[in-house]
């Protein structure tokens, strides 16, 4: 007995049949992804900005203020600054709170309150910066560091906290930031 040997079809043996089983295989694709509703296609020119979303930063401030064992000031920043982020974060093994406000739709500044120490704060990530001056606001000593790759930041010591300021802004903004947070009170 031989055996008996099927060939395929000759439809089956060109590009045709890769196009059409693709074809096929994209269809059902779309119909299924289509009815989750997971998917939306808007060929329009994309918006600019959506609304800030805002958190409540002095509450939650207010919060780690009991929990953690060092000052945590919330300070009052100009009108329209939106504080729309608001976490803890670690440096020099220091557990730190971090608060972030948009300006304008287009501006970020964050302030950053630990108890690490000075030389810490100054490098508070794997970003290298230098520092490049030093600025008087609000009678307080602020050195400001830059790098390449990395934001500028404002950092200086109040003694029993210190502040650093990360600007996705101008100067101007950053002293604003930095004469508010110098001048707020620690939360009781």
């Known amino acids: 007995m031989t055996p008996v040997r099927i060939e395929k079809p000759r439809v089956f043996q060109s590009a045709k ?3 059409l089983t693709l074809g096929v295989l994209l269809f059902a694709m779309f119909l299924v992804v289509g009815f989750t509703g997971m ?22 401030l207010t919060m780690d ?11 009052d920043m100009p009108d329209g ?4 982020s608001q976490r803890r974060t670690t440096i020099g093994q220091e557990t730190s709170v971090v608060t972030g406000w948009v300006i304008d739709g287009d501006k970020f500044i964050s302030l950053t309150q630990t108890p690490a120490p000075m030389k810490k704060a100054e490098q508070p990530d794997d970003d290298y910066r230098e520092e490049i ?8 000593e602020w050195n400001v560091f830059e790098g390449d790759d990395a ?37 009781s």
Do not use: H
Request: aromatic fraction near 6%.
């Open 151 to 187: 934001r500028p930041i404002w950092v200086t010591d109040l003694g029993d906290v210190r502040l650093i300021i990360e600007a996705m802004a101008t100067d101007d903004l950053a002293r604003q930031a930095a004469e508010a947070s110098v001048k707020a009170e620690p939360i």
């Open 17 to 19: 049949d890769v196009f």
């Open 39 to 60: 998917c939306s296609v808007d060929p329009g020119a994309p918006e600019a900005n959506g609304p800030v979303q805002e958190v409540d930063a002095r509450g939650i």
């Open 65 to 75: 203020a009991r929990a953690l064992n060092f000052p945590i000031r919330y300070p």
């Open 81 to 84: 600054w939106v504080p729309n």
């Open 133 to 140: 001056r030093t600025e008087d606001i609000a009678g307080q």
